[in-house]
Nanobody, 122 residues
Framework: QVQLVESGGGLVQAGGSLRLSCAAS????????MAWFRQAPGKEREFVSGISGSGVSTRYADFVKGRFTISRDNAKNTLYLQMHGLKPEDTAVYYC???????????????WGQGTQVTVSS
């Protein structure tokens, strides 16, 4: 069992920054690959970024490369997403997820948080 709780969302103007956090409870956090997904109204949940259990390997969707950075602190059981240069099209509910392996398909992930809203105004 893994419990995930996101935080750090909010309202920001275009070009601004936010740092999302995902706190995990349970043991063996470092055994799980972690990822951020997002879902805007009327759209499919999409992959944003992922990171391996050790933190050595990372993946990014093309639309966030150069703007977002994923990281994790296994000692704190916490996943982060640092977001810069936010755009209105980044507006969505952002979810953290955990899985045995790092992938980009949402339905393959075993554990999910409840999400945190990110709204970017123009």
């Amino acid at each position: 069992q893994v419990q995930l709780v996101e935080s750090g969302g909010g309202l920001v103007q275009a070009g601004g920054s936010l740092r999302l956090s995902c706190a995990a409870s349970g043991r063996a956090f470092s055994s799980y690959a972690m990822a951020w997904f997002r879902q805007a109204p009327g759209k499919e949940r999409e992959f944003v970024s992922g990171i391996s259990g050790s933190g050595v390997s990372t993946r990014y969707a093309d639309f966030v490369k150069g703007r977002f950075t994923i990281s994790r602190d296994n000692a704190k059981n916490t996943l982060y997403l640092q977001m810069h240069g936010l755009k209105p099209e980044d507006t969505a509910v952002y979810y953290c997820a955990a899985n045995a392996i790092l992938g980009i398909i949402a339905r393959t992930y075993d554990y999910w948080g409840q999400g945190t809203q990110v709204t970017v105004s123009s």
